[in-house]
């Protein structure tokens, strides 16, 4: 069974502070990705990565950074949080390198982001 | 306009009813069209996968792809209490910079 595993199920950080989210895999998948989950507006993609080392940029990765350092690892970093970022940040993995057409993801369970 | 539209409910209907989802995309690009289960406090599983239009069964459960009207379903029979979730409707294209839409999902509950 694939297993994604994320480093928290609930944060509380204040504005301005500096956030890292992470993210394992233990499936040895090539693809990696960052989402985050609004009521009302789905997910959305933050950041992706199709290796080590690689990143991509989503539909909304204003205020956030990835990296992946090693290929079971993906981590989102929020610079400087704000209040806008709180939301549930969901990440993913998908077998294949070189496209992510069509390809079963993989999710974490989520991390429920507040900040204040 | 989004390009992929969701009803996001919520839906409420007795157990053992036969339940209908949808989504319409606009992308005509789109080719895999995906059904996610996403249960509280958890994240999203895939369901079902079709490539292109037909039909796909699995159990209770069928999904549906019109290309010609952009318009996806999926059925669900004899409705159980454990297939209340959130259900997100997802596609994306052939080519390898496609990325996957996802709907915003639709509540579904399921009274005994």
């Known amino acids: 069974d694939v297993k994604v595993t994320q480093s928290s199920r609930y944060l509380v950080k204040r504005t301005g502070e500096k956030v890292f989210l992470e993210c394992v895999q233990d499936m040895d998948h090539e693809n990696m990705f960052w989402y985050r989950q609004d009521p009302g507006l789905g997910l959305r993609l933050i950041y992706f990565s199709y290796d080590v080392k690689m990143k991509e940029k989503g539909d ?16 989102l970093i929020l610079e400087s949080a704000s209040t806008n970022q709180t939301s549930m940040y969901l990440c993913a993995s998908s077998l294949t390198g070189g496209g992510v057409q069509g390809e079963t993801q993989y999710f974490g369970p989520g991390t429920r982001l507040l900040v204040l | 306009q989004k390009e992929v539209e969701q009803d996001p409910g919520p839906l409420s209907v007795p157990e053992g009813a036969i339940v209908s989802l949808n989504c319409t995309y606009s992308n005509s690009a789109f080719q895999y069209f995906m059904w996610y289960r996403q249960y509280s406090r958890k994240g999203p599983e895939l369901l079902m996968y079709t490539y292109s239009s037909g039909n796909k069964e699995d159990g209770r459960f069928t999904a549906q792809v019109d290309k010609s009207s952009k318009y996806i379903s999926l059925f669900i029979r004899d409705s159980q209490p454990s297939d209340s979730a959130t259900y997100l409707c997802a596609m994306s294209g052939y080519s390898s910079a496609s990325k996957i839409i996802f709907g915003s999902g639709t509540r579904l509950s399921i009274r005994p």
């Open chain 1, 60 to 75: 909304i990765p204003e205020g956030y950074s990835v990296s992946r350092e090693k290929k079971e690892r993906f981590s």
